[in-house]
């Protein structure tokens, strides 16, 4: 049902997302929506719940790995442009990031929606927070505030995946290392490494 | 009718949007939606080309003064986080960017809306990069792909709204300058100017 759900925001917007549409994607009996919901934004925190955790295990293995810091946010940008290529070839358009999506659309309507998202993009921008940290201290990095230029990443990273989206084309992903590297200040001599 | 729709759009997406609901809110008899638009398609499509009109004349206010080049571009950003406070302050909440927001939310729906948007981003991208460009001709940026450049940011534009909308503040904006300064490859000595 989770899986119907966010297939279904997804391609449509959660607005939009009827409980007979979810029932009947997920092979449901029709009118069953309330015996695992309670309303359609307790469904939506389960689809944002869902999709966070299988996401941050990749943000896990990408960001805590035993590589020097700015090569893990390469990979980390590396894995975002593969799974967009992945999610194009299996289903024909390059899906948006459902976190964005969500709000851009629902986080003016129901403050449970906000402050989950919020909590989301806090522990992403944390994330990569603690590593441009590292970097700094092994003199990789020269920006003064780790904490906004790790908001400017996740920022540039969001941007990037809407164009993707719309141009239903990966190849603006090309861009995040290289950005990365300016939004931090790196030091490294060759930026097209 | 348009003014109508966008506010709803800006609240509640599209998809949401009852036409009943846009013909009560332009204050027009119920069921006269379909004598001025033949389509939900054709109202969204009308609304993107009102709004990019207004923002494309404050856009070139900025980026096609006599100012120098970088200038310009801060400009365009100053004004950018001055709208979106002032419409905080008129209506309690940070608005997204409509465009974004129509992105993420129809351009997996309709060829039409998708296409529109992109001619919308294409020309904001442009006009940045005609400005990156000449920073570049007067040694100020370093940047070796302008029009990539100038994708970024756009993008990194579009991301820090999305965050101004999400936390509902709009001091992540104060980090365009810098950062579009740092993507630039710009040669200005104190960046905090």
């Known amino acids: 049902m989770l899986g119907a759900a966010q297939t279904l925001i997804e391609l449509h917007g959660c607005s939009a997302l009827g409980m007979a549409e979810i029932c009947r994607t997920a092979g449901v009996p029709k009118g069953s929506f309330y015996y695992f919901f309670s309303s359609k934004e307790e469904l939506a925190l389960a689809v944002l719940d869902e999709h966070w955790s299988a996401l941050r295990s990749g943000w896990n293995r990408n960001l805590r790995s035993d590589a020097p810091p700015l090569q893990r946010l390469r990979k980390l940008f590396e894995a975002t442009e593969a799974d967009r290529r992945a999610g ?90 290289g950005n990365c590297l300016a939004l931090l200040g790196a030091t490294t001599p060759d930026r097209s490494v």
Do not use: P
């Open 88 to 177: 194009q070839q299996s289903c024909g358009t390059v899906s948006g990031c459902l976190f964005g999506n969500l709000t851009l659309e629902m986080s003016n309507q129901t403050e449970a929606i906000r402050e989950r998202l919020q909590q989301i993009f806090d522990a992403q921008v944390d994330m990569v927070d603690a590593v441009v940290g590292e970097a700094r201290d092994r003199g990789e990095a020269t920006v003064a505030d780790t904490h906004e230029a790790a908001r400017s990443v996740v920022a540039q990273l969001e941007g990037q995946v809407l164009f993707a989206k719309l141009y239903n084309n990966t190849q603006s992903l090309d861009a995040l290392w």
